[in-house]
Each structure stands twice: as C-alpha cells, then as structure tokens.
C-alpha cells in the first residue's frame, strides 16, 4: 500500500471549476482508495492505494471525468522523503 498526493488543477471555491471536497472524497473512497484526506479546497488529496501511479491517475480522472484536466499524482515517498 503506498501513500498518495493527489492534485487537481485548477480548482476553485467556486465557478465552474468547484469541486465539493466531500463529494470528493467520497467518490475516492468508493472507487478503492483508502484513508481519502483533502486540505480545504484546494482539490488536494492524500490517499493510500495499491494501484501504480499510472493507474492511480487513470482512475482518479475516471472519478472526476467533468473536469478538464488529468489530476497530477506523486507518491508521498517521492516528494516528502517517507519511507
């Protein structure tokens, strides 16, 4: 299981690019990903999945497919230095 950063671009508070971050995370959390953490509206997200990053993206944007552009995804590992 790794851990997850999940960015969505662009999107806002409001507008046409809102988001509702429970919605969210909801829609992770029932597609199988685990532990869905978002930091305010910002359309970032912390998760856990077994799926590889390539596959973790692909999904990620199925979930939100209205939006405009495929979410930017890292591993927590890559960017934060856990182990």
Do not use: W
Not at 10 to 29: D, F, W, Y
Not at 33 to 41: C, F
Not at 44 to 58: E, F, G, H, P, Y
């Amino acid at each position: 299981m790794k851990n997850y950063a999940i960015f969505l671009r662009g999107v806002t508070p409001t507008g046409k690019n809102r988001v509702p971050m429970a919605e969210l995370r909801a829609a992770l959390s029932n597609s199988g990903l685990l532990d869905v953490q978002t930091y305010i509206q910002s359309g970032n997200v912390i998760a856990k999945s077994t799926l590889d990053q390539l596959s973790l993206q692909s999904l990620v944007h199925e979930v939100i497919r209205h939006y405009r552009k495929p979410p930017f995804i890292t591993g927590t590992e890559e960017k934060a230095g856990y182990q």
